[in-house]
């Protein structure tokens, strides 16, 4: 499936083309902080199907939980993250699927690091729900 996205800012323009089989969730705490949410939603994209249209990534290497070095690229105006990868020669991207066009059509199949999910991720349906504020 070829999908396409921004960041805020609308600086770096992206598009690529996903397995919608391989679009998942990761609530690991450094995704929480780094997504400011209760989880990181995103797809695994091979690096040649990934192309960046406009704009200019920065990185910043962070150690994840599993000890492995990842280097997380974001617009270097608006901090908006684009996708996580190896620090060296990776050939497989974690695309940030907030910025999608398409977002509405990849639903996640799998969940990662889920022992570190808030408790209330599992019933959404909750509270009150308003259509704009």
Known sequence: ??????????????????????????????????????????????????????????VYVKTAESGNERALSFCRNCGTTIHGGNVENTKLYSLRLGGCRQRNQLKPKFQLWHRSAVPWVEDLSMGQRLETQ
């Open 1 to 58: 499936m070829e999908i396409d996205g921004s960041c805020l800012c609308g600086d770096v323009t992206w598009r690529a083309e996903v397995d919608p089989e391989s679009v998942g969730i990761c609530h690991c705490t450094q995704c929480q902080i780094n997504g400011s949410s209760a989880f990181q939603w995103a797809a695994r994209v091979p690096a040649e199907k990934f192309e960046l249209l406009t704009g200019k990534l920065k």
